[in-house]
């Protein structure tokens, strides 16, 4: 029997060469779809990061309305840090504060001016490029709402908290909030880096004790017991401490003293101090040029509950004439005038110290939203630094005398 093997059916299999080459053009199909599905999700997460910032504008603006100002968080963050916004907003206009679709990787930011009169808002966009580029803001891979037009117009960076400036206020060199709640260290939020340090010395003494929001004006606060000498917050001296010029200290202050002593809220040495005297009456003390002083009091006793304190200092005619004023609750109280003295100049190369120094007694109380300025606030200013925390009767109608044809909150 013959075979004949030019008659051979071909056989149905591959060959080698032609399942490598099937293998790599699924391989080639799947990471297509796979790119596909990875952009396709990334857009989806962007859709939801815009729709979900917008729902949180919405209730940043009922809050606005009922108010009269924006949440306040001057130094801004990630919205679902712990505190953020969730004590103003939730449950009053929002059942909880939205997260990002990738929580782990990204955050919502949100951040208020010193008033509560403008905000931003910015989420991260993973792939929508256009929506970030057609907002109005300046940072291209964000998503931005925002108060105001001018409000938006913040400096490119790959941080997007250290783009925006954390005051609002260059002139704002120190802003001690007393928010922590445990530690040694008290936070400076101007963006000046000026933390201070809680200390204590003498027999018996402890250090500042941090207080939580029930006994606080805006969040939480510290307390001075001065059970023995020396208790206070000694900030490092900086050259944006060491001031000359226009300046303002300003304080919230709760004394409960009943002792007859001073008590030291600020003091830098001998230069610039703020302090409360055996009799409650308030002292602002400026040191102009070493020979001459400035001291503007206001008689009466401020012990016993909170109050809201503002000097300034500032140049009235040419350099040789300057006023220190003081303000309590939002307005006007007290003042004195030097003429003929130099400029006057916040004592170089010594520290800070907020409550008292070292070896010494000091003020005794509650004190929150410490604040020292490189210029003299105004009037109005210094009224709208009342009232973003309390209502026009406790700041003594500030806005109708102090920010006459003004918005005022």
Not at 372 to 399: G, M, P, Q, V, W
Request: hydrophobic share 30%; glycine share 8%.
């Amino acid at each position: 029997m013959k075979i004949n093997i030019y008659n051979r059916k071909p056989s149905s299999s591959f060959t080698l060469i032609e399942l490598l080459v099937v293998v790599a053009i699924i391989g080639l199909l799947s990471t297509l779809s796979m790119i596909g599905l990875n952009t396709q999700r990334a857009k989806a997460r962007d859709a939801s990061r815009a729709q979900q910032i917008k729902g949180l504008s919405s209730a940043i603006e009922l809050y606005y309305l009922t108010n009269n100002q924006y949440p306040l968080w001057s130094a801004g963050g990630c919205v679902n840090n712990p505190g953020s916004l969730l004590s103003v907003l939730v449950p009053s206009f929002l059942n909880a504060l939205p997260r990002d679709p990738k929580n782990s990787d990204y955050c919502y930011i949100y951040k208020s001016d010193t008033y509560g009169q403008n905000y931003r808002l910015a989420a991260y966009m993973e792939s929508n490029t256009d929506l970030a580029t057609k907002d109005g803001g300046t940072l291209n891979s964000y998503y931005e709402l925002y108060s105001d037009s001018s409000y938006a117009q913040i400096a490119n960076a790959s941080n997007i908290i250290s783009s925006w400036s954390l005051s609002g206020d260059s002139s704002l060199v120190g802003y001690w909030k007393f928010d922590e709640d445990s530690g040694t260290s008290a936070a400076d939020s101007s963006g000046y880096g000026n933390t201070g340090t809680l200390s204590c010395s003498g027999s018996g003494c402890t250090n500042p004790v941090w207080q939580s929001s029930s006994n606080c004006i805006h969040e939480r606060c510290i307390y001075f017991a001065h059970s023995g000498t020396g208790e206070t917050v000694q900030v490092a001296d900086a050259d944006s401490l060491d001031l000359n010029g226009d300046m303002t200290m300003e304080f919230w202050l709760y004394e409960n003293r009943s002792e007859g002593l001073d008590g030291y809220v600020y003091r830098k040495v001998y230069s610039s101090k703020f302090y409360i005297g055996p009799t409650g009456t308030v002292y602002s003390y400026w040191n102009l040029n070493n020979s001459e002083y400035s001291i503007a009091k206001e008689d009466g006793s401020v012990r016993g509950s909170w109050h809201h304190f503002v000097s300034t200092l500032k140049n009235t005619t040419g350099t040789a004439s300057w006023q220190n004023r003081l303000y309590r609750d939002g307005i006007y109280s007290a003042s004195q005038t030097n003429t003929n003295a130099a400029l006057p100049t916040v004592a170089q190369n010594q520290n800070l110290f907020l409550g008292g120094r070292l070896n010494e007694l000091g003020y005794i109380g509650y004190m929150d939203e410490v604040r020292s300025y490189s210029r003299a606030l105004s009037a109005c200013e210094i009224c709208k630094r009342c009232r973003a925390y309390k209502d026009e009767t406790f700041c003594n109608s500030c806005c109708s005398s102090a920010c006459s044809g003004q918005t005022c909150p």
